[in-house]
Each structure stands twice: as structure tokens, then as C-alpha cells.
């Protein structure tokens, strides 16, 4: 890999959001190349390269999967280790031999879960701000009797009842008078 200058960057990153950095001129650039099963039938076509930016090579082929040949419900894109592609001789193909219906189908799948897992986790791990309050508290509509407020990790379920002088509360219970810094006005 060729760079005109420094940017920041991750360990991983595609070569084209790497401004200034290009393939070597002495090293093949199979981006927009075809890509072929064990049998030569084509199976989708290379449209990015993914730099390992450590080493400044290239680690994974980002390959588009030809929807005509695979049953995808997801993203047609997969990446593909570069150590699994071989060159077709001189042609301006590779060859990839896992790449079946039976093993996309099941990295569809198996992305599918870890996609659910990762924004399920995700979410859950966050804090409710105190504007996330403000909002379920503001949501509240008149004639109401609960609302869901986020409290941690989790939802609590509230439930509406009477206002604070209608609920006698046990003294052991009961705030104490705040101190008094000053006397209060003569009347």
C-alpha cells in the first residue's frame, strides 16, 4: 500500500475511505474483479478491499454476492479472507471454493443473529439520561394510571395514585424538616 499522508484511522479499514492511500503499482488490485465458485460459475464480484492499517496490507476482499446465484435476506456483502481467493491464471477472476449455498446461507444466518445480539445489547447497555425521564414523564397523558419509566437497564412499570397529602406516610418515613438558616419574616 502506497499513502500520500497520515490520517487517523482504525486497525480495519476499507481502501476506498482511506483518502491517498492506493494499492502498490507492483501488486495486483482485484477490486471489480469477478469472483468464481470451485465449479467457475460466478458468484459475485470484489468491490472493496479491507486494509489491515498495523501492517498496511490488504486482509479481506469485500465481495458483493450475486443475488441471482444465493438466497440472501440480508446484506449482499461479505468479506473474504484474501488467504481463501486464488487467482483464475491470468484471468481477472478469483476463485473462492467456500463460497457454497449452503456456507452463505448459513453466514447469513449466523449475521442475522449476531446482528439482533449486538443492537439488542447495545441498547441495553445504555443508561437512561435524564432526558430519557423527562420524556416518559412528558408522555404521560391525562386519565392515565401507568407509565413505563427506564430506570437502569430495564423498564419499571409506575403506577398512578392520589397525590402525596392523600397517602399518610409512617414516621419513620418522613423526611426531616431541612434546618432553618435564617428566622422566618415577622408577621
Known sequence: MKHGHATPFGPLERLSRLKGFKV???????????VVSAGGHPVGRVRDLVVDTTRMVGRYLDVELDPKHFHL?????????MTIAQRDGDHRRLIVSRLTEECVDALDQARARH????????????????????????????????????????QRLVERRGAVD???VPPAHRPEAPPISQPPPAM
Open 73 to 81: 435476506r440480508g446484506e449482499p456483502h461479505v468479506l473474504v479472507p
Open 115 to 154: 446482528e439482533a445480539e449486538f443492537w439488542e445489547g447495545w441498547w441495553m447497555t445504555r443508561r437512561a439520561t435524564a432526558d430519557d425521564l423527562r420524556g416518559s414523564l412528558t408522555d404521560v397523558k391525562v386519565g392515565e394510571e401507568e407509565m413505563r419509566v427506564p430506570v437502569g437497564d430495564e
Open 24 to 34: 502498490d503499482k507492483h501488486q495486483v488490485d482485484p477490486r471489480g474483479w469477478a
Open 166 to 168: 392523600d397517602v399518610p
